[in-house]
């Protein structure tokens, strides 16, 4: 059974820094591409960034230069830094495993971004 449990969320003012971890079982980590999502109030899931087991990344341009995703297959582990945060990044942020058509999904962990 794929578990995903985020963590690291919280309240951060603007321009402040937080890392997500979310740590994988169940799953061949090294076989599935991992990625963070994140869901506003009133919007839609967005892509945030994701990572292959090669650590080749994709970045959505919202966060290109401020944010970045890492992963330890060790561990079983992927990473969200995120630096330079805007209230707009006020989000609950998802952790996903996918392979082929097959994804799981993290229950999500809150981030907010206020003064």
């Known amino acids: 059974q794929v578990q995903l449990v985020e963590s690291g969320g919280g309240l951060v003012q603007p321009g402040g820094s937080l890392r997500l971890s979310c740590a994988a079982s169940?799953?061949?980590?090294?076989?599935?591409?991992m990625g963070w999502y994140r869901q506003a109030p009133g919007k839609q899931r967005e892509l945030v960034a994701t990572i292959t087991s090669g650590g080749r990344t994709n970045y959505a341009d919202s966060v290109k230069g401020r944010f970045t995703i890492s992963g330890d297959n060790v561990k079983k582990t992927v990473y969200l830094q995120m630096n330079s945060l805007k209230p707009e990044d006020t989000a609950v942020y998802f952790c996903?495993?996918?392979?082929?058509?097959?994804?799981?999904w993290g229950q999500g962990t809150q981030v907010t971004v206020s003064s």
């Open positions: 169940g799953i061949i980590f090294s076989a599935y591409v």
């Open positions: 996903n495993a996918q392979i082929g058509s097959y994804d799981a």
